[in-house]
């Protein structure tokens, strides 16, 4: 009998390499027609501007123009809020609920159709990945049209008691870093409730919302429901501004939310804020750490940490603390950043010069305050806005990494002991908005939520969406709550029955 001896597992397989190249897997672009130019999208038409003035969207990606969009002045705009008006008193007010749910249904159905043309404008406009823009923004931005479609005529059910009636004409000002999300968090309760609206997008992502016009034009929604006002702030201050609208909500930064609540002071129009945020991951011992990890890394680095909800700060528990952090600097390593379009990217590209250029200096602040900075080897293509996977360790609550919102994708790490310790550190900030909980106890979970002042708190997971849960802050991330049936009463004058 002769002695075999078991090769050792795998050892008759070609040796793993050290690193994996993939080969591109790029989405087409041409299911895209960009046109040259844009006019505004004011009583159902494409219109030229009055103000005469244009500027150039790019593709972040490339530094590349796009397209040359218009830079509505303040005639532009009280003409979209009159086209608003119009079909506010003479047909929207007027429909039947039900004919109301039928207009939101099409919408949905026709977000669905063109999903890929959409996703792939939404990537190319605003450099955020396809794989993301395809699953999460365009899928969220049709469920919230399905799911306020399903309110249109059941509002009286919604709120027993009393009478729910539309408030009128609602300006709607929106941010860069879900452009179509947005604005289906905004008009989709806004029209379900019987109000028309004017939207101003923001200046660097027109494009999605321009093409929404087409949708709106293909749903046959009668003219002036919908209206959108394209330029840079100038253009929303004067939406602000406007006499002609009743109510405004506005996502964006805290600055200028404060700038918009002084201006609607006394003006008797209702107001609605979602600001930014500085949220805390809070990651205890006793967590599954390798989902703690990803979960850590969706966090950050979902939209490349341009999320106004982002896990900025971890804190972990000062046990596991250089555990975790070997798991997620490993991690970080396996992100790939690059080309929005192809389909294996993690992190695309930065939205704007201006963001970069503020990332940047936070950045650099982080490391003049003494953290200690970690970014995985990755090559970032030579042309457009790139920032690496960045993560800070040796972080005090002082700092400004600790404190201001980078809206990018850096995470600042600080520890705790005790769970007392890891509230008094979350809650340490002028924000609000969102906090995350790991810890396999659930009655933990439901002590730390109730003491986290946060509008949402996310437990064992991050970044999940759903037009059913409201979400919404606390004081500097704002006030009002967008999705749910909360979502409705900003859109509702509720009178008693
Ligand atoms: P921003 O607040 O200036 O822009 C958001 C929207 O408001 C855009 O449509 C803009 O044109 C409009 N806007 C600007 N000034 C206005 C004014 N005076 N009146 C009416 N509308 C006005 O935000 P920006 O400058 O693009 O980003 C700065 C920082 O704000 C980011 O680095 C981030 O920290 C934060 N931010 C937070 C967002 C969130 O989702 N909470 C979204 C975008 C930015
Ligand atoms: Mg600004």
Redesign the pocket.
């Known amino acids: 009998m002769t002695e075999t001896k078991t090769p050792a597992r795998g050892a008759d397989r070609a040796p793993i390499p050290a690193s994996w190249d993939y080969a591109p897997a790029p989405e087409a672009r041409d299911i895209v027609k960009i046109a040259d130019r844009y006019g505004l999208f004011i009583g159902g038409k494409l219109v030229e501007p009055l103000s005469r003035q244009r500027y150039t969207t790019l593709d972040p990606s490339r530094e590349e123009p796009l397209a040359e969009i218009a830079q509505a002045g303040k005639a532009d705009v009280a003409k979209a809020v009159r086209a608003a008006r119009d079909a506010y008193t003479k047909t929207w007010s007027k429909l039947r609920p039900s004919e109301r749910a039928k207009y939101l249904f099409r919408i949905a159905r026709i977000l669905q159709e063109r999903s890929r043309e959409l996703a792939v404008l939404e990537s190319l406009n605003g450099g955020k990945p396809i794989r993301e823009s395809r699953d999460v923004d365009l899928p969220l931005a049709a469920a919230h049209f399905f799911y306020y479609a399903g309110w249109a005529d059941k509002l009286e059910y919604a709120f027993p008691g009393r009478t729910p009636r539309p408030i009128g004409v609602a300006g709607q000002?929106?941010?860069?870093?879900?452009p179509l999300l947005?604005l289906a968090w905004k008009i989709a309760p806004a029209l379900a409730a019987g109000n028309t609206v004017v939207l101003?997008?923001?200046?660097?992502t027109p494009l999605t919302a321009l093409v929404f016009c087409d949708v709106v034009r293909q749903a046959e929604l009668p003219p002036g429901v919908v209206n959108v006002v394209t330029?840079?702030?100038?253009?929303?201050?004067?939406?602000?501004a406007s006499d002609g609208v009743d109510k405004i909500a506005?996502?964006?930064?805290?600055?200028?939310?404060k700038?918009?609540q002084r201006?609607v002071a006394g003006s008797g129009k209702r107001l609605t804020l979602?600001?930014?945020?500085k949220a805390a991951n809070i990651v205890f011992d006793d967590a599954p750490l390798d989902q703690a990890v990803e979960g850590i890394v969706n966090g950050i680095y979902f939209n490349q940490g341009?999320?106004?909800?982002a896990g900025s700060r971890l804190f972990v528990q000062e046990s596991i603390a250089d555990a975790v952090i070997t798991k997620l600097k490993r991690r970080m390593s396996t992100l790939r950043v690059g080309d929005p379009l192809d389909k294996n990217t993690d992190v695309g590209a930065i939205?704007?010069k201006?963001?970069l250029d503020?990332?940047r200096a936070l950045v650099e602040s982080g490391v003049a305050e003494g953290a200690e900075i970690y970014q995985p080897p990755c090559r970032l293509p030579e042309r457009g806005y790139w920032f690496a996977p960045t993560v800070f360790t040796n972080v005090a609550q002082s700092y400004r990494i600790a404190q201001?919102?980078?809206?990018?994708p850096v995470l600042s790490v600080l520890t705790f002991r005790t769970p007392e310790e890891a509230v008094e550190k979350a809650n340490n900030t002028p924000y609000g908005?969102s906090a995350g909980v790991w810890t396999e106890k659930g009655s933990r979970i439901l002590a730390m939520a109730a003491r986290l002042r946060a509008g949402v708190v996310w437990a064992n997971t991050y970044n999940r969406f759903d037009p059913a849960s409201p979400f919404g802050g606390y004081k500097e991330?704002?006030f009002g709550r967008e999705g749910g049936l909360h979502g409705l009463e900003p859109y509702l004058r509720l009178e008693p029955r």
Do not use: Y
């Not at 101003?200 to 660097?204: G, H, L, S």
């Not at 979602?274 to 945020?277: D, H, I």
């Not at 341009?306 to 909800?309: E, G």
């Open positions: 000002i929106i941010p860069w870093n879900f947005m101003k997008p923001a200046e660097t330029g840079d702030g100038r253009t929303g201050a004067e939406l602000v506005f996502t964006g930064s805290t600055e200028v939310g700038a918009i201006a979602e600001l930014g945020g341009h999320v106004c909800c939205n704007s201006t963001q503020k990332i201001e919102e980078i809206f990018g908005l991330s704002g």
